[in-house]
C-alpha cells in the first residue's frame, strides 16, 4: 500500500472511476457533479482524510480513503478493488489492511472508537459478507429509489 497525498489526485481520482464504473457509482464520478483533479487535491489536503494505492507488483489494485472524524469516529470513505483484481481473492487482504489503517489512525482529538462505512446495492454481491467477516455489521439499512442517468 502506498499513502497518496494531493499530488496522487489524478491517480486516485481514475482509480476511483475504474472501482465505482462497473457498478454504476454515481457520487464522485457522474452527473454535474463529477470531481475534478483539483477537487480531489483538495479533499485529500483536508485535516483527517487518508488515501492509499493497493498495488499488485506494479499494478494497480484499488484503493482506500479514510476520514477521520472528531470524537474518535473513523470512516472508510471509498474501498474497492479495479475490474481487473476482482474475484482474485485480494479484497479480503485489502479491507483487512484497510481496517487496520482505520483503527491505527492518528485521532484528531480523541482515540479512535469506532470504525465504520457505507455500502449499497451498488457494490459488488461480495461486499458485504466480506465486510461482516472483518467484524462489521450493520447498523442501519435503507431503500431509496434512485433515478439512475447513463
Excluded: C, K
Excluded at 474501498?79 to 489503517?101: C, I, Q, S
Amino acid at each position: 500500500m502506498d499513502q497518496a497525498g494531493a499530488t496522487s489526485a489524478s491517480l486516485l481520482r481514475s482509480t476511483y472511476d475504474r472501482i465505482g464504473a462497473p457498478f454504476d457509482w454515481q457520487g464522485r464520478r457522474t452527473g454535474a457533479d463529477v470531481w475534478s483533479v483539483e477537487r480531489w487535491a483538495a479533499r485529500l489536503s483536508q485535516p483527517g482524510v487518508h488515501a492509499w494505492i493497493a498495488r499488485v507488483g506494479d499494478e494497480v489494485a484499488g484503493m482506500v480513503e479514510l476520514e477521520v472524524r472528531p470524537e474518535g469516529d473513523v470512516e472508510i470513505v471509498v474501498f474497492g478493488l479495479v475490474p481487473e483484481f476482482v474475484g482474485r481473492g485480494f479484497g479480503a487482504h485489502l479491507l483487512t489492511v484497510a481496517t487496520e489503517l482505520a483503527w491505527n489512525a492518528e485521532p484528531l482529538d480523541a482515540p479512535v472508537r469506532r470504525v465504520w462505512l457505507h455500502t449499497s446495492s451498488r457494490d459488488h454481491p461480495h461486499a458485504r459478507p466480506n465486510y461482516e467477516r472483518r467484524g462489521f455489521r450493520a447498523f442501519r439499512t435503507e431503500q431509496r429509489r434512485r433515478e439512475i442517468v447513463r
